[in-house]
C-alpha cells in the first residue's frame, strides 16, 4: 500500500491528543488522555459505556470484481512506564530487590518519571479482490502478547538506586470485512474491528483503568486498484441514496491522499473532510489538529525552566515538541502568523 500519501494525516489522527499543552504529565489534562478511537475489550463495555468494543466502517466503492482492495489498521497500545525505588541493594535478595513504585526518582542528575507510553501497531489486511469478498468475507484473528522488561537506574555513586519496568498487557482483536453489490459498478465494503481481548482479574471501571487492555487511536486505511472509493460527503446523485444507508459506528471514512485521485480512504474516529491533510507551514507535530501551531510554539517557549525539564523527562514525543519550539526561527513564527489561500473578486454593492 502506498502510505505516503495519508502517511502525515493518519499519523495526526493517531496521535491526536497524545500529550496536550502544556506538554507536562502532572497537567489535569493530561491525566485523562486518549478520548478518540478507543475499544475496551467486549467483556468491559458494560463497565464504561462512554467508550465502545468495536468501530465499524462502511464505503462505498466503485469497480467491478477485479478491483483490488487492501486495508491497514493501526492502533496504539499502551506501554506503562513505572520508575520503582530499590528499598535494599541490588543483589541482597537472592529473589530480586524489594523496591516500591514512585511518581519520580532522582538517579544521578537525572530524574526519572513514571509515564504511559505508546506502542504503534499496524495490521495489513490481505483481502485481494472484490470479487473474493463478495465470495467469502474475511475473519481474521490478531493479538500481541504481553511484554515487561526493565532497566536499573545508577546514582552518582555508581550504584542502582532504582529500577524503570515498562509493562505491556496482551491485546486480542478480530477483523471482519465483507462486500455487497449494490448495483452494476457499485459495491459496499464493510469492515468491523471488535476488542476481543479477555480479561482474567478485575479491573476498575474508569476510562484509565481500561486503557492497558484497549485498542487506541484505532482508524483504517483503504487503497483500492481498477476502481474509486465515492465520497460519503459529497456522493453522486446516482449513490446518494446508497450513501445515506452506510453505517458506521465510531468511524467516519473521508476521501484521502491527492485531492482528486479517490483511490485512498481514511477511517478516522473523528470527522474530518475529504483530502483532509496538514498544513504546510506547520514545522512538526504539537498532538492538536486545530492549526494554532503559532500559540502553542510561543506558550512552549514561555515555559519556565522547570516546565520545560518536566517535559523534557515525558516521552520522547514530548521532548521533540520542545527542542523545535525552542529551535523555531523568527521567520517560520511569521510563517504560522497567518497565510494567505487565495484572492477572489467582490461583487460591487448595488
Known amino acids: 500500500m502506498k502510505m505516503e ?5 493518519a499519523d495526526a489522527v493517531l496521535y491526536e491528543g497524545h500529550l496536550l499543552y502544556p506538554y507536562r504529565a502532572s497537567a489535569l489534562k493530561n491525566r485523562k ?12 463495555q458494560s463497565c464504561h459505556e462512554s467508550d465502545p468494543c468495536w468501530t465499524q466502517t462502511e464505503c462505498l466503492v466503485q ?3 477485479f478491483t483490488t ?22 543483589n541482597a ?59 536499573s537506574l545508577k546514582g552518582a555513586e555508581g550504584t542502582a538506586v532504582g529500577l524503570v519496568i515498562r509493562e505491556q498487557d ?7 470485512m465483507t462486500a455487497l453489490r449494490l448495483s452494476g459498478e457499485l459495491f459496499k465494503v464493510t469492515l468491523s474491528v471488535r476488542n476481543r481481548t479477555p480479561v482474567q482479574a478485575p479491573l476498575g471501571k474508569s476510562h484509565e483503568d481500561l ?55 481514511l477511517s478516522a474516529p473523528i470527522i474530518l473532510y475529504d483530502y483532509p491533510e496538514i498544513a504546510p507551514e506547520s514545522p512538526g507535530d504539537f498532538f492538536d489538529g486545530t492549526e494554532i501551531d503559532e500559540i502553542l510554539a510561543l506558550r512552549v517557549q514561555t515555559l519556565t525552566d522547570g516546565e520545560k525539564q518536566e517535559m523534557r523527562l515525558t ?15 523568527a521567520e517560520h513564527l511569521w510563517k504560522l502568523h497567518g497565510v494567505l489561500k487565495g484572492l477572489r473578486p467582490t461583487e460591487k454593492a448595488s
Open 33 to 44: 488522555r486518549w478520548n478518540f478511537g478507543v475499544l475496551v475489550p467486549e467483556s468491559c
Open 93 to 151: 535478595v537472592p529473589l530480586g530487590p524489594p523496591f516500591q513504585f514512585v511518581d519520580s526518582l532522582l538517579a544521578g542528575d537525572q530524574t526519572v518519571q513514571s509515564f504511559d507510553e505508546t506502542m504503534e501497531r499496524e495490521l495489513d489486511v490481505p483481502v485481494g479482490t472484490l470479487n473474493d469478498l463478495l465470495s467469502q468475507r474475511r475473519n481474521l484473528v490478531f493479538s500481541f502478547p504481553p511484554a515487561c522488561e526493565w532497566h
Open 315 to 329: 516521552d520522547k514525543q514530548t521532548q521533540s515538541v520542545l527542542e523545535r519550539a525552542d529551535r523555531l526561527p
Open 211 to 265: 486503557l492497558p487492555v484497549s485498542l487506541i487511536a484505532t482508524h483504517a486505511i483503504f487503497a483500492v486498484e481498477q476502481g474509486a472509493f465515492l465520497s460519503l460527503i459529497d456522493p453522486p446523485e446516482s449513490a446518494s441514496a446508497h450513501a445515506k444507508d452506510c453505517h458506521n459506528v465510531g468511524a467516519w471514512p473521508v476521501l484521502a491522499g491527492k485531492e482528486g485521485d479517490p483511490s485512498m480512504l
Open 69 to 90: 482492495i487492501e486495508v491497514k489498521v493501526r492502533f496504539l497500545h499502551l506501554v506503562r512506564r513505572r520508575v520503582a525505588q530499590l528499598l535494599e541493594p541490588m
Open 5 to 9: 500519501a495519508v502517511q502525515k494525516i
Open 170 to 176: 496482551a491485546i486480542t482483536a478480530t477483523l471482519e
Open 63 to 65: 469497480g467491478n470484481e
